[in-house]
């Protein structure tokens, strides 16, 4: 195929996915990137097609999302794919983040391709609060209020703040039309930082489990990893096609269904499941704005890690005591989760503050003195062996 190189285009794109020197070495855990550029995808054209029939009105919201499943041809497939494919989106993300952190993907020379991603994570997280506000259901518009409260929090110009995003002095149709337009636009600038982020991280090429870069032992994307990619791209629709058929609601909350009212608070208020771990570490601290500089804070820190992970080591992969540190954070991180979804009273409010506690020390405290006990150890036999 001589157009794929001579072509200005073209040649771009063999660049990037057909000749692209890979390591031969990485694994299934390596698919995560492919799975989230096809869930993306998805993402913008079931929005596309749900906006020609979402009205943002509070008086219609809801009614708007009904007659999409009722009365739209096949508007309740693009409804339930474009809520499940998000669940999907921030599970891979998570696995994708997990997989960066245990193989130290984070590390010179990759730190521009690790701080795009976390920026990427925070711009989906805020995408989906959004997205999840549009049905205009109880959930919908509880959790908008609370969230969009705690910008009040900020000194001299909290208040005002919250009610510039409100567009008045409660949620209201304003603040509905606002995220309705925030919606739509954020996936386009979050498929450019995508973009971004393979450009960063073609550059320097893909991390492998060992942890050596070594240009030697490479072989090309297609079609090698094209079809290994494809493989849990095809199991990914496999599982999201039994969710949207038959269990459609599962990874939803059911208080959704019932239209907004602003004079009936719900028992629970609840966001999205995927971001109840950071919702959690919001409410474990009883101090209002250092509870919401902890929620930000806990999606920030992740940028410091390049600079907090000391060890010589790449990887976990040969590093016990770091290997058992990982899966504690794993461990606290679904602690969080859960928390996150019960109501804040004894002995919830007590776990949750722990959970918290141990997430800011593992980046602070726990990876450097891992690093620092590693490095010295390191040095102690090699000074032996010297002498020897």
């Known amino acids: 195929m001589r157009i794929l190189k001579t072509h200005v285009l073209l040649r771009l794109l063999n660049s990037y996915v057909v000749d692209s020197p890979q390591p031969a070495n990485i694994s ?140 008045g002095f409660s949620v209201s149709n304003a603040t509905l039309n606002r995220f309705f337009s925030l919606h739509y636009l954020l996936p386009f600038l979050l498929a450019a930082l995508a973009v971004a982020h393979l450009l960063a991280l073609h550059v320097h090429g893909s991390n492998n489990p060992n942890g050596v870069s070594s240009h030697g032992d490479r072989i090309a994307m297609h079609p090698y990893f094209i079809f290994k990619d494809l493989i849990t791209i095809f199991a990914f629709f496999l599982i999201l096609s039994i969710i949207v058929f038959f269990y459609p609601n599962l990874l939803g909350h059911s208080d959704n269904y019932i239209p907004a009212d602003p004079m009936v608070t719900p028992a629970s208020i609840v966001p999205e499941w995927y971001l109840l771990p950071f919702y959690a570490i919001l409410r474990s601290i009883p101090n209002k704005l250092l509870g919401v500089v902890g929620m930000f804070g806990s999606l920030l820190i992740l940028i410091i890690l390049p600079i907090t992970d000391l060890s010589r080591i790449r990887g976990n992969q040969f590093r016990p005591a770091m290997k058992i540190a990982f899966w504690f954070f794993v461990v606290d991180f679904i602690i969080l989760m859960w928390i996150g979804s019960q109501h804040p009273v004894t002995p919830y409010v007590e776990i949750g503050q722990i959970a918290t506690a141990f997430y800011f020390s593992w980046f602070l405290i726990i990876v450097p003195l891992i690093g620092i006990s590693e490095n010295t150890l390191i040095d102690i036999a090699t000074t032996i062996e010297e002498k020897e």
């Not at 855990?29 to 749900?50: D, H, M, P, Y």
Request: aromatic share 18%.
């Open 28 to 167: 299934y855990l390596w698919n995560f990137g492919s799975l989230l550029a096809v869930c993306l995808i998805i993402q913008i054209l079931t929005g596309a097609f749900l906006a020609m029939h979402y009205t943002p009105n509070i008086d219609f919201a809801f009614n708007s999302v009904e007659h999409i499943m009722r009365d739209v041809n096949n508007g309740w497939l693009i409804r339930y794919t474009h809520a499940n494919v998000a669940s999907f989106f921030f599970i891979f993300v998570y696995m994708h983040i997990g997989r960066g952190l245990y193989y130290s993907s984070y590390k010179t020379p990759r730190v521009l391709v690790w701080s795009i991603g976390v920026i990427i994570l925070i711009l989906m997280i805020a995408i989906g609060f959004l997205g999840y506000v549009l049905p205009y259901g109880q959930m919908s518009l509880w959790g908008a209020t609370v969230i969009t409260n705690l910008l009040s929090a900020i000194p001299v110009f909290g208040q005002d703040i919250v009610e510039l995003i409100w567009g």
